[in-house]
């Protein structure tokens, strides 16, 4: 059985949703990211960059237990594992791998700033706000221009991509967005939002707090300040 540690945020479900399609067994590890749980030695054994998820799967390449981190790496992973939700065929693989780096270097990325400027900022910063509220409102189009000609990212067929890339959506008025813009993403979003794998993957720890908007200091510092920025 595989084990998760994750925290209910887009990352986070991106892994939870994946292990749900591919059925394959896996137990849950909440690392609570608002305690501090991240900066735990056991868990930088495993995540060296003190960041949810990781997995350890206990039947590695090798057959003994084999750790994963990083989000993008676990959903090659777990589609290298599994033969599922990543072609075969050389070009429609490179497909699907330039739309999963899309999400890991631009889309996630970016639309965390959006977020974290709007929502968590301890005072107004318009510049910043407006910096990446358009490049959030860019990438929607580029992600709507993709589905306007393709049924899914990497093409006809559902893939790792879409994994990667649906969560990040899921809030996207917070970032500043209407989906009613991209009248692509929404066919695309609302699509992925009725796959019952999706639905079970998004109910991993729904009972816990992400983030809370009303922080206070010392988990303001174990976030954003800080304790997130000591060396380890």
Do not use: C
Request: glycine share 8%.
């Amino acid at each position: 059985m595989i084990d998760l540690y994750t925290w209910p945020t887009p990352n986070g479900f991106k892994a939870s949703i994946m292990l749900e399609e591919t059925d394959l067994p896996y137990r849950v590890v909440p690392i609570d990211i608002n305690t501090g749980d991240q900066f735990r030695p056991e868990f930088l054994a495993i995540s060296p960059n003190n960041k949810i998820p990781a997995i350890v799967d206990p039947e590695g390449p090798a057959g003994r237990p084999f750790p994963v981190f990083e989000s993008g790496a676990i959903l090659m992973y777990l589609a290298e594992k599994t033969g599922r939700f990543l072609p075969a065929d050389a070009e429609d693989r490179m497909v699907a791998i330039q739309w999963l780096m899309f999400q890991m270097g631009g889309l996630g990325p970016m639309l965390g700033q959006a977020h974290h400027f709007r929502q968590y900022a301890p005072e107004p910063i318009p510049y910043a706000v407006d910096r990446y509220t358009g490049e959030a409102g860019r990438l929607y189009g580029v992600l709507d221009r993709r589905l306007s000609e393709a049924e899914y990212l990497a093409g006809a067929s559902y893939s790792i991509a879409d994994i990667a890339s649906f969560p990040w959506t899921r809030s996207h008025a917070k970032q500043g967005q209407s989906l009613d813009d991209f009248p692509n993403v929404k066919r695309w979003f609302d699509a992925i939002a009725e796959r019952p794998a999706v639905q079970r993957g998004l109910a991993v720890l729904a009972d816990r707090s992400a983030v809370s908007r009303d922080l206070d200091d010392a988990t303001r510092a174990v976030l954003f300040g800080e304790r997130q920025f000591a060396r380890r």
